[in-house]
Nanobody, 121 residues
Framework: QVQLVESGGGLVQAGGSLRVSCAAS????????MGWFRQAPGKEREFVAA????????HYADSVKGRFTISRDNAKDTIYLQMNSLKPEDTAVYYC??????????????WGQGTQVTVSS
């Protein structure tokens, strides 16, 4: 069992930046893929970004490519999502995810509780 705890959400103006973090309660490096999803009101949860064991193997949704960067600190079992050039449509609850694959919500094994990101226009 892995517990995931997100932090760092908040309110930011359009064009601004924000970084969210996710700390895992157990070792994830070399075991689980990890990533981020988001869910806006009235919409389905959607994939945002993920990486596998190699930091060079990363995946992003087309809507965030070039603006968001996922990274990890293996020693701390923590991952980050740096969000730049934020847009109002990025407003959502952001969820940390871990599992054998996190490119699709159906294959995620563990979810965090979510952190709210609100981008004002």
């Amino acid at each position: 069992q892995v517990q995931l705890v997100e932090s760092g959400g908040g309110l930011v103006q359009a064009g601004g930046s924000l970084r969210v973090s996710c700390a895992a309660s157990a070792r994830t490096y070399g075991i689980w893929s990890m990533g981020w999803f988001r869910q806006a009101p009235g919409k389905e949860r959607e994939f945002v970004a993920a990486f596998r064991w190699s930091a060079s193997n990363t995946h992003y949704a087309d809507s965030v490519k070039g603006r968001f960067t996922i990274s990890r600190d293996n020693a701390k079992d923590t991952i980050y999502l740096q969000m730049n050039s934020l847009k109002p449509e990025d407003t959502a609850v952001y969820y940390c995810a871990a599992g054998p694959s996190v490119l699709n919500a159906s294959t995620v094994s563990f979810w965090g509780q979510g952190t709210q990101v609100t981008v004002s226009s």
